[in-house]
């Protein structure tokens, strides 16, 4: 694995550095754009499943240990998610891929899956024990949190499909990618145009 993320690393880096356009004809040179574009979307995704592979951390008898334990985690699970959100944002507004727009699109669906995951993360995080022995009011005031910060995370979700639909309708780019925008937007606001 290692090994392809550093070819990948090469592709995307020689493509920036822009020697390997140098002399291409126009087909060579669309053919390296959906390459380096393509690449640089693997980069991403290999960032998002870091992301994805960062689980809460499970309760435990210890509630002190588990509230250092859970912030620790929402700080590493907030960075991983800026680290994956930076890598889709770069490729999606880099525009020497005029010729190759699918994986500019497919970036922005990619930012929005990323924040809807991390709201359904916080949706279905079960309530500590501590937190129920405090009562319904500890109960309340618990989900408020957790809902008042899910809430923000749906609304960039929602701003991502939406970019997404946009960008795909500027670059004139149909198919599945503006599809699933489009889809999870109105799973998400249904009733609401993007």
Not at 90 to 119: H, I, N, S
Not at 127 to 155: F, H, M, N
Request: glycine fraction near 6%.
């Amino acid at each position: 694995m290692e090994e392809a993320l550093a070819e990948l690393h090469a592709a995307v880096e020689a493509w920036h550095g822009g020697e390997v356009l140098d002399g291409a004809d126009e087909v060579t040179a669309v053919q390296l754009q959906v390459s380096a574009s393509g690449s640089m979307l693997a980069l991403a995704d290999n960032d998002f499943e870091s992301f994805a592979a960062n689980t809460a951390p499970p309760q435990t008898g210890d509630a002190p240990a588990w509230k250092d334990a859970f912030q620790r985690w929402v700080g590493d699970k907030t960075a991983a998610s800026k680290t994956a959100e930076a890598a889709y944002l770069a490729l999606a507004a880099d525009e020497k891929f005029d010729k190759a727009p699918t994986y500019r699109v497919a970036a922005m669906a990619r930012v929005g899956q990323l924040y809807q995951r991390w709201t359904d993360e916080l949706f279905t995080l079960p309530i500590p024990d501590e937190v129920r022995q405090i009562g319904q009011d500890g109960v309340d005031a618990y989900c408020d949190a957790l809902d008042g910060q899910a809430e923000a995370l749906e609304k960039a979700a929602t701003e991502a499909y939406r970019t997404c639909v946009h960008e795909a309708v500027d670059l004139h780019e149909t198919g599945l990618w503006p599809e699933k925008c489009r889809h999870q937007f109105n799973a998400i606001r249904p009733g609401e145009e993007p």
